[in-house]
């Protein structure tokens, strides 16, 4: 089980509602089918475009056994964040099921967090890009998690000519992977061609209630991020 969290600099709902407008959408829901939705492609397509422009985004793993239980991993998460200088203060906006009105009133005890309130994702739009994030992660970390990925085609639309044929959570790295938050920091030995940026503590964490195995097979996915060439 993943969260994912989408750091704007400003308030995203007039910019992402345009959006939505212009396609004759009311709401973006990354799990809909879009083969057959050429509406709904163009959006998430939009989507992906104002997360890399426009904002940061991260996500924190638990197992599933943690799903009514989340309210300690969530506060560990936004103070590491805060501790690492990426927010200051901040509004925080939560979609529905996540946690308890009790426990919301614990998140609004943090010290930088202004406001913190539990929302529809129909009216705070700026949800709907962290339900997109997750639900890229959520494939991404499905097929490492259970070695049968699926393949999609990437050709000229991608930047490839001639076409590959890719893991379809590759879309999370061709996508997102430059608005991911990471340390400014690289690591490896082919710097500066293959640098990688470690993630953890900024746009990756991990419940110390996952198994090892869990631990492990996340920080591969999620641990690191490559900023190289990019089509």
């Known amino acids: ?8 600099k400003k308030s995203p709902n007039d910019d992402l509602q345009k959006i939505l407008m212009s396609y004759g ?9 879009m083969s057959i939705n050429k509406a709904m492609q163009e959006v998430k397509q939009e989507f992906l475009s104002y ?15 943690s799903r009514f239980n989340l309210l300690s991993d969530l506060l560990n998460l936004l103070n590491e964040i805060y501790k690492n200088g990426i927010i200051k203060h901040c509004n925080l906006f939560i979609d529905e099921g996540i946690v308890s009105k009790q426990e919301l009133i614990e998140i609004q005890k943090i010290g930088f967090i202004d406001t913190a309130q539990i929302c529809n994702s129909a009216l705070e739009q700026g949800v709907q890009l962290a339900d997109l994030v ?3 992660c959520g494939v991404r970390l499905r097929d490492e998690i259970g070695q049968n990925p ?22 999370l790295w061709a996508s997102l992977r430059y608005s991911m938050l990471h340390s400014d920091t690289p690591f490896g030995e082919d710097m500066p061609s293959m640098a990688m940026f470690p993630t953890y503590g900024y746009g990756f964490f991990i419940s110390d209630s996952c198994s ?16 190289g060439c990019i089509h």
């Open 1 to 8: 089980m993943l969260i994912a969290y989408v750091l704007c």
């Open 25 to 33: 959408v009311s709401e973006f829901h990354a799990s809909d089918k």
């Open 51 to 65: 997360i890399n422009s426009n904002s940061y985004w991260g996500v924190m793993v638990f197992p599933c056994g």
């Open 134 to 136: 997750a639900a890229l």
């Open 150 to 171: 699926k393949f999609l085609s990437y050709g000229n639309k991608s930047g490839y000519d001639p076409p590959i044929e890719a893991e379809i959570g590759y879309e």
């Open 212 to 227: 090892n195995e869990l631990k492990e097979k996340t920080d591969k996915t999620f641990g690191a991020v490559y900023l």
